[in-house]
């Protein structure tokens, strides 16, 4: 099993920034691929991005390009997901995502934090 907490979820203005903390305790966290993820309310959750546990394979949905960076910290079993240039279209909830590959990255979910960008 893998445990995932997020933190830094918030209220920002448009343009603002916030940088989202997931911390993953349980299995071994180096092995996996991690990733975030993000609903608005009356939409499908969606990926936002992911990370090799080596952090050399990274993806980002084209909505997030140019302003989101993910990275993560094997030793402090964390990831992270900096998020700048926001946007009221960014206001949902983000999930941080844990799974041993790219197509079961969604094995393991956290509680998810708010994040709202007030226009």
């Known amino acids: 099993q893998v445990q995932l907490v997020e933190s830094g979820g918030g209220l920002v203005q448009t343009g603002g920034s916030l940088r989202l903390s997931c911390a993953a305790s349980?299995?071994?966290?180096?092995?996996?691929?991690m990733g975030w993820f993000r609903q608005a309310p009356g939409k499908e959750r969606e990926v936002v991005a992911r990370?090799?546990?080596?952090?050399?394979?990274?993806y980002y949905a084209d909505s997030v390009k140019g302003r989101f960076t993910i990275s993560r910290d094997n030793a402090k079993n964390s990831v992270y997901l900096q998020m700048n240039s926001l946007k009221p279209d960014d206001t949902a909830v983000y999930y941080c995502?844990?799974?041993?590959?790219?197509?079961?990255?969604?094995?393991?979910w956290g509680q998810g934090t708010q994040v709202t960008v007030s226009s």
């Open positions: 995502a844990a799974g041993p590959s790219i197509a079961s990255v969604g094995s393991y």
């Open positions: 990370i090799s546990w080596s952090g050399g394979r990274i």
């Open positions: 349980g299995r071994t966290f180096n092995n996996y691929v």
